[in-house]
């Protein structure tokens, strides 16, 4: 209580079986939540009721909030952006808000506090089961405020038709990159915002480490392999011996490549697609694991390919009973992921833009939607919906309660235009930084066309090689003036620190000085209202 005073009026407290009760005492009091602080005013204490009971009505008014009930839990929500404050359990019949309540929220403005509640982590993770959830936190790899993993969660119900988990195939290998499985899954029936329509993984049959590349055509497998041949084999001083595909055209040109090099390729039997089922339940579990990320930020199809690869990536750092319990990055790159650096998929965040302020007066930040990690870069990739412009950076804050694609929706619940195609670009300057790998051979750049508007975008980084502020910015500059079209998109691989392996696909000939990646995305996206819904979501 911040303050009681004797109560001199006249009412009583008239309860359920007729009687009307004394008021001793009238009190105000207040509930702190890590990112709000709650009033009760006008509490009446009343003497023989021993048990506090609150006026959801009368909390509601006073604070902006609204509250959800389930059977076994409750959340007090902002009224507007529908974050939760507060939650709670159910016990004896009644909703209980106790001090863990408040204490128990998920910390939405901290980037390095692992300590979190379970449905936090398990949105984190990409929806695992609760039982892969369970052994996490066993094994102290994640540390949750609860332990209740029963909750229920929509975007499960949604995304997934069962849990999946890869199952052994009996294929005796006896180093990574003895057996590579490959398929490429499409065409979408959405063009992805990015301008994709298939993509195609490359699995590990050793470790179950999947590799995944977006793809415009099946035409493109022939020069990925290639790309992906370079990476594994230079980063891990191994050689690929055998590839099993299906023997769909898209592989039949690869076929003489693999003769000249000395790769077997196995090929299934026609019409018997079990011969091939650990590569689809692969596909499976990412596409699943994709919708299901779609569906817990209600983000439109259109970003199917940030949500698959962002299930590569989770999935690669997932335990699996395949792999007793171990996950396919420890097993592969022998180091254990980096879980406090995970975020939940589609939320609102704030990239850290201050070296790109143009003057002193600029907003150090601004609202963007979190699509992912950039494993090229040790980042993550913010879409700011005002600009269109995609970010990679390193110093985010995130607010992982807020999904502004939802709110988007909804405001520009217009009829639906076809999906424009759209490519990001990376615009790469000519030297790296010392903490990124070498690299690959470069591919030739998808051109946008002349008229098109390209927006850039900076990332900064100083924050991995450790170089000063002053430095990311001088570089910015020249790399502004002077920029070069390069690759596409880097896609998803194990490393999630620098100097680890990383398929960062850069490496052709550029201008400008190290430190910055300009980045252009040129997707159209149909969202003139989104920084007013993000800054005054009513
Ligand atoms: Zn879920």
């Not at 008014?61 to 404050?85: A, G, I, Q, R």
């Not at 143009?358 to 494993?375: E, I, M, N």
């Not at 990332?459 to 596409?488: C, F, K, N, T």
């Amino acid at each position: 209580m911040t303050s009681s005073e004797p109560y001199l009026g006249n009412d009583h407290l008239h309860v359920g079986d007729g009687k009307s009760l004394v008021i001793s005492n009238i009190a105000h009091s207040k509930i702190r939540s890590p990112n709000r602080m709650f009033t009760l005013s006008n509490i009446l204490h009343v003497l023989i009721i021993k048990k506090p009971l609150l006026s959801v009505q009368k909390f509601c008014l006073e604070n902006n909030v609204f509250f959800e009930f389930h059977s076994s839990l409750f959340y007090v929500k902002d009224l507007m952006t529908k974050e939760v404050l507060l939650s709670g359990q159910s016990r004896d019949g009644l909703y209980v808000l106790s001090e863990s309540s408040a204490t128990s929220l998920p910390q939405a403005f901290s980037s390095t506090c692992l300590s979190t509640s379970a449905d936090v982590w398990h949105r984190r993770l990409g929806h695992p089961s609760p039982r892969i959830l369970h052994l996490l936190v066993k094994n102290k790899k994640v540390s949750c405020t609860s332990t209740q993993f029963n909750f229920h969660c929509p975007a499960c119900s949604l995304g997934k038709s069962s849990r999946l988990t890869l199952k052994t195939t009996g294929h005796q290998t006896r180093a990574p990159l003895d057996l590579i499985f490959s398929d490429v899954w499409g065409p979408s029936p959405m063009l992805s915002s990015d301008g994709f329509r298939y993509f195609v993984i490359f699995v590990d049959a050793h470790t179950k480490f999947i590799w995944f590349y977006p793809l415009t055509a099946k035409s493109d497998v022939f020069a990925i392999f290639h790309q992906f041949q370079a990476l594994v084999e230079r980063q891990f001083s191994l050689k690929i011996k055998y590839v099993q595909t299906d023997w769909g055209g898209e592989y039949r040109k690869l076929n003489t490549y693999f003769k000249t090099i000395g790769i077997h390729h196995h090929v299934i039997c026609p019409h018997t697609h079990e011969q091939n089922g650990m590569v689809e339940r692969c596909h499976r579990h990412i596409v699943e694991t994709g919708l299901t990320l779609l569906g817990q930020c209600h983000a439109p199809l259109k970003y199917w390919s940030y949500a698959f690869e962002s299930s590569v990536y989770l999935i690669n750092r997932m335990p699996t009973p395949v792999l007793n319990n171990k996950t396919p990055f420890e097993c592969l790159l022998k180091s254990t992921p980096d879980y406090a650096f995970l975020r939940t998929f589609g939320c609102l965040c704030f990239p850290f833009l201050r070296p790109y302020n143009a003057h002193k007066l600029d907003f150090r930040s601004t609202p963007c939607v979190f699509l992912g990690y950039s494993t090229s870069h040790v980042g993550y990739r913010c879409l700011d919906l005002s600009s269109k412009r995609i970010y990679l950076a390193h110093h985010v804050r995130f607010h992982e309660n807020v999904f502004p694609l939802d709110k988007i929706e909804q405001i520009t619940a217009t009829p639906k235009q076809p999906s424009a195609p759209s490519i990001p670009v990376t615009l790469h300057p000519l030297m790296q930084p010392s903490s990124v790998p070498s690299p690959l051979p470069p591919t030739l750049p998808t051109l946008p066309p002349a008229h098109l508007p390209l927006s850039a975008c900076y990332y900064d980084h100083s924050s991995i090689a450790g170089s000063d502020s002053s430095h990311s910015q001088a570089s910015l500059d020249a790399a502004a003036s002077s920029p070069v079209l390069s690759l596409v998109r880097s896609p998803v691989m194990g490393a999630s620190s620098a100097g680890s392996p990383s398929r960062s696909d850069t490496g052709s000939a550029s201008l400008s000085p190290p430190s910055i990646t300009v980045c252009v995305d040129l997707s159209k996206f149909n969202l003139q209202h989104v920084p007013t819904a993000v800054s005054s979501p009513s």
